[in-house]
């Protein structure tokens, strides 16, 4: 069943968080609505441009409806991220998505408002969800590359002001957490008196945390035990730190970096441990497997398990 967020985000705040991810492949929609039907927990199925790009839009949809009869306990949004403004208006002309993420943050302060403002009329004559971004994530995923200097923590005297202008329905902020699989190192994390703020001056209203994954360690030492080379050091967002989030107001927290590195481990020491084999169904059946049992913890972590019952009732 498909629910806005803005339904969802009523009902979680300050209680739970929904986790939306981002997927491109069959595996990765499939595992992610086995696992929301299994935990009955409400997500967000989010589609990038470079997800677009690479398997088509009519694809992308195709596969999650088909999911959607699959799973018929399901509980979900279908929802645009970090999209511009002609992937806004291609989404909003679909009538196929329940929300999108317009991303103006790296302008300014005034042609963010002005821009941002723009989809949300036209998004809302449509009911759409609007997401916006106030403050600029560092990081490296897809097509997006925001290096560490150019990085801004969201101004908390400035979400009030941002809200009321371009009325968008839920608020992207910076508060640490960054885009890709180097996040934290060298003692930072989440700047809580930014949070606490941010939440002060919007009061129930949604807060996203972008860049939301975990960045497993021991996941990253096996895919570089068998071949890989990625960098060590780093760690994601700790489970302590995603429940005071969500105490703070965070009801969405985007997942896209740990299903990365869960295919990549998984295909790594799938081959290197069984050379003769070729058959991409066998590793993909425990990628899916995986995925499924990762996205169940993730369910567990945000509060969500066993919430669908609220969207039936």
Avoid at 1 to 8: L, R, T
Avoid at 217 to 239: H, M
Avoid at 291 to 296: G, L, R, T, V
């Amino acid at each position: 069943m498909i629910v806005s967020p803005k339904k969802m985000f009523q009902n979680c705040y300050g209680k739970y968080a929904i986790a939306a991810v981002n997927v491109f492949t069959m595996e990765q929609v499939h595992a992610l609505f086995r696992a929301g039907s299994k935990a009955a927990a409400p997500f967000i199925v989010q589609l990038t441009p470079a997800a677009r790009n690479y398997a088509h839009p009519k694809m992308l949809i195709a596969m999650i409806r088909a999911c959607s009869k699959i799973y018929p306990d399901t509980v979900f949004s279908i929802h645009l991220d970090h999209g511009n403004k002609e992937h806004a208006l291609e989404v909003i002309a679909s009538g196929n998505y329940s929300s999108l993420m317009i991303d103006y943050s790296h302008c300014s302060f005034a042609t963010n408002v002005q821009k941002t403002r723009e989809i949300v009329a036209l998004a809302h004559k449509k009911e759409i969800f609007v997401e916006a971004e106030l403050g600029v994530l560092s990081g490296v995923e897809d097509d997006r590359n925001i290096a560490e200097h150019r990085a801004a923590y969201t101004q908390p005297e400035e979400v009030n002001t941002f809200v009321n202008q371009t009325h968008c329905d839920a608020l992207a902020i910076a508060i640490g957490t960054s885009h890709g699989a180097y996040k934290f190192s060298q003692g930072k994390g989440l700047q809580w008196d930014i949070l606490k703020q941010i939440q002060k001056y919007l009061p129930n209203y949604p807060i996203v945390l972008h860049g939301g994954s975990g960045v497993d360690s021991q996941e990253v030492e096996l895919i570089n035990r068998y071949g890989g080379k990625l960098k060590t050091g780093y760690s994601g967002v700790a489970p302590e730190d995603i429940k005071k989030a969500i105490a703070l107001g965070v009801c969405k927290i985007n997942i896209a970096t740990d299903t990365r590195i869960l295919w990549t481990r998984v295909h790594r020491a799938f081959f290197s441990q069984q050379p003769e084999l070729f058959d991409p169904i066998i590793p993909g059946n425990e990628y899916m497997d995986a995925y499924e049992a990762m996205m169940i913890n993730k369910f567990n972590l945000f509060g969500s398990t066993h919430k669908n019952q609220e969207f039936f009732s």
